[in-house]
């Protein structure tokens, strides 16, 4: 047998494996779809010829389970942000408003930041996750510093502390810097109960003579892939070895560990003593649908190109350069903060004690963290629901051309599956 030979067997061989796993990964995703959701899904899907991306599937079972005959209230410090549809209108002045972007951790928020700071241009007040300058953090004027090429204020709105100092140096109105008078482009916090408390609570009015509201938009992403990917990158940065040595059943099993995040930071109980419930999930569906827009980790580009048409203004993009390869570059193979380690969810695997690599995700241990978010993924696959109806801001045009289509559960990530 020739060399030639030996290499066509090999390469039918490796074909033939592919195309069995290809097989053996759908038969588990339709298993665990079965498991979690009846049959009984329909959702009306926008022409993929208007926006260039398929639109996300979503349970209707789960929007029976959403759907309430009286509008929940909202707690009133939301009334800090603008609605959607005021977003979306010529009615609001840009200098009304600051886009606000809700970092929801190991959701694309580094590389969301990246996009608007690297890309665009813009010039941020944000939290941040590295060492920074302690004399520059001191200040009490407004100064510009860069870091991994954007241009933020320095200020670090991670913490309560960190965001009253902001509001007191007034970042949210145009003030002096090293580089003469500026507005920032966007905030950038994961805290949402703190700015909205702080940072964009009423102004003085005597001293900057307007009222500045925010426009909030997030990356939404699967629980289960988020909570995952969470446990990998405390993993990996803890300086603590007890924590390193920790297997993702154990890290789920603490009494420590607060499930249902999203949901605990839009009615702002945080306190992992105070139980949250249905009531709280209406609350925070109602949040997001009046007050927020929603980008998908699923959807990047799509997310992207929406949060740049409703922000166009804004922003100045038309006058800005934007950078075409380094936006593909992290939209697409480059991201920020992905983790090192690659973790997949097999649900073939029972346990942990049957696992053939540490970083398998067995299906009890799937099981549990789905259990311990549960209204963390009902809210999920809302925002999914509410991506699809948000396409009316951007594409108004294209609105008579909505037609109904049979479409599949929530397509969570399954055997043989990456979760960044």
Known sequence: MNGRDRSAIIFVTITIIFLVGLKSNQKFLNEYQSLAYPARQTSPTFPTYVTGYASPSVSQQVLDILETKTVPEIPLVFDNLLDTEELTNSSVK????????????????????????????????????????????????????????????????????????AKNMGVTNRVETDLGPMVVDALISPNINAVLNTLLSENDIEKYESRVKGGMFMMSRNPIEREISNFYS?????????????????????????????????????????????????????????????????????????????????????????????????????????????????????????????????????????????LDMLLYEYTRHLFWEQRLFFYKEESNSLTPQNATSLNVTSSGSEVD
Not at 117 to 124: A, F, H, K, S, V
Not at 328 to 341: E, V
């Open 94 to 165: 840009d200098d009304d408003y600051i886009p606000f972007f809700w970092h929801m951790y190991r959701s694309a928020g580094e590389t969301t930041k990246q996009l608007m700071g690297e890309c665009l241009g813009l010039t941020l007040a944000s939290s941040f996750s590295f060492p920074i300058d302690n004399l520059m953090f001191n200040q009490d004027n407004v100064r510009i510093m860069r870091f991994s090429n954007v241009k933020y204020f320095n200020v670090n709105l991670q913490n309560q502390a960190g965001i009253y100092r």
């Open 234 to 374: 405390v993993k990996l940065t803890t300086q603590r070895p007890d924590v390193a040595a920790y297997s993702l059943s154990d890290w789920f099993g603490l009494p420590s560990y607060t499930g249902n995040s999203l949901v605990r930071q839009l009615t702002n109980k945080m306190d992992p003593a105070i139980e949250i419930t249905m009531d709280d999930l209406h609350v925070a569906k109602e949040v997001l649908r009046r007050k927020c827009i929603i980008g998908l980790l699923e959807e990047k580009q799509e997310s992207w190109n929406r949060f740049q048409r409703i922000f166009d203004s804004r922003w100045s993009l038309k006058k800005r350069h934007t950078d075409e390869v380094c936006q593909d570059k992290l939209l697409n193979w480059g991201w920020k903060n992905r983790n090192s380690i690659t973790p997949f969810i097999d649900i073939s695997v029972e346990d942990e004690s049957q696992r053939p690599d540490e970083n398998i995700v067995d299906r009890t241990t799937f099981r549990q963290i789905a259990a311990l978010n549960q």
